[in-house]
């Protein structure tokens, strides 16, 4: 099980994460530790192109809670772009999409 995961740098003080795989209780960890740190740095917007996400778990639904969290708490913007039919279903059936930034592309994103 692999996970990919490639960020980058904005001029507008975003920083968009691309990830890749499946996300699982086995990659949870590489996704937080890529995650999290950009969600503590005040002030920037994150973006997280899950375009490239086949699968994801109830342990990356998690990771997703405490980045939103930790945005919440250090005055970051958290949006997530790119969910396919099932990824975003399971975030529907848990009533993520009610409390998180979900949209379809990255343009709206900005």
């Not at 968009?16 to 740190?37: F, K, N, S």
């Not at 950009?38 to 994801?56: A, C, F, H, M, R």
Request: glycine fraction near 8%; hydrophobic fraction near 35%.
């Amino acid at each position: 099980m692999n996970l990919d995961i490639r960020t980058e740098e904005e001029k507008d003080n975003s920083n968009i994460l691309y990830v890749g795989g499946e996300i699982d209780a086995y990659t949870a960890p590489q996704l937080r530790e890529a995650l999290l740190p950009l969600t503590e740095k005040d002030g920037t917007n994150v973006v997280v192109d899950l375009s490239g996400v086949d699968y994801i778990d109830s342990t990356g639904l998690g990771i997703f809670i405490g980045a939103l969290k930790s945005s919440n708490s250090n005055n970051t913007t958290l949006k997530l772009i790119g969910l396919n039919s099932r990824v975003k279903r399971l975030f529907s059936i848990t009533g993520l999409d009610e409390v998180m930034d979900i949209d379809e592309e990255r343009e709206e994103a900005k």
